[in-house]
Structures are given as structure tokens and as C-alpha cells.
């Protein structure tokens, strides 16, 4: 099983970004997927998430920037970043489980890829 999460760069505070987390070993549909990310300094937190279902979950701060989505043919799950802020700045991980619930245990993780928002 390999999560790779990739498309993080430096960009401007209100630019866009759209983070990709490639997955193989894995069928994306079978899974609940979630975004978390890691400020310099910081505890780990949660981001997205999305369901089997295809539910989607967001954590407060970024609730109507941020947009969690899959397309399992393209293996493939996305997190699409609008008006960033330099609070967003962060390491970025993809994850999976299979369990129910956004605070149940993710047993699949990616490595990061990292955001920068200068202000």
C-alpha cells in the first residue's frame, strides 16, 4: 500500500492551490479518506474527510475554502485549497481507514507534501 501526497508548493495569501494523494494498494472507493496537516510547531489536526458514502467533513478554519473529493478510477483523492491563508501553512498527509467515524483511528498514511502561504 502507497499513499503519495504531491502538488504542495509556496504560493500567495488568497491564491489556490489543489493537492493530490496518489494511491495504490488500495481501492479508493472501499475507503474513507481524509487530509490532516502539521503546522512547524504544532500538533498534527485534522483537515477533510471524506466517506465511502462520499460524506464529507471539514474542520472548522477551513470549512468553505476547502473541498475534498475522489475519483476512484483515477485512484486518486484531491483537496482542493481556495483563498489560503498563511495559517494554512503546513505540512499536508493523505490518509485512509475503514472505520466509521472522523475521529476513529486512519491505518494508511502518505508521506506529506508540503504548503507554504506567504502573506
Known amino acids: 500500500v502507497q499513499l503519495q501526497a504531491f502538488g504542495g508548493g509556496l504560493v500567495q495569501s488568497g491564491e489556490a492551490l489543489r493537492l493530490s494523494c496518489a494511491v495504490s494498494?488500495?481501492?479508493?472507493?472501499?475507503?474513507?479518506w481524509a487530509w490532516f496537516r502539521q503546522a512547524p510547531g504544532k500538533e498534527r489536526e485534522f483537515v477533510a474527510r471524506i466517506n465511502r458514502s462520499s460524506a464529507t467533513y471539514y474542520a472548522d478554519p477551513v470549512k468553505g475554502r476547502f473541498t475534498i473529493s475522489r475519483v476512484n478510477a483515477k485512484k486518486t483523492v484531491y483537496l482542493q485549497m481556495n483563498n489560503l491563508k498563511p495559517e494554512d501553512t503546513a505540512v499536508y498527509y493523505c490518509?485512509?481507514?475503514?472505520?466509521?467515524?472522523?475521529?476513529?483511528?486512519?491505518?494508511?498514511w502518505g508521506r506529506g507534501t508540503l504548503v507554504t502561504v506567504s502573506s
Open positions: 490518509a485512509a481507514n475503514s472505520a466509521p467515524g472522523i475521529t476513529s483511528p486512519y491505518n494508511y
Open positions: 494498494g488500495l481501492l479508493v472507493g472501499n475507503y474513507h
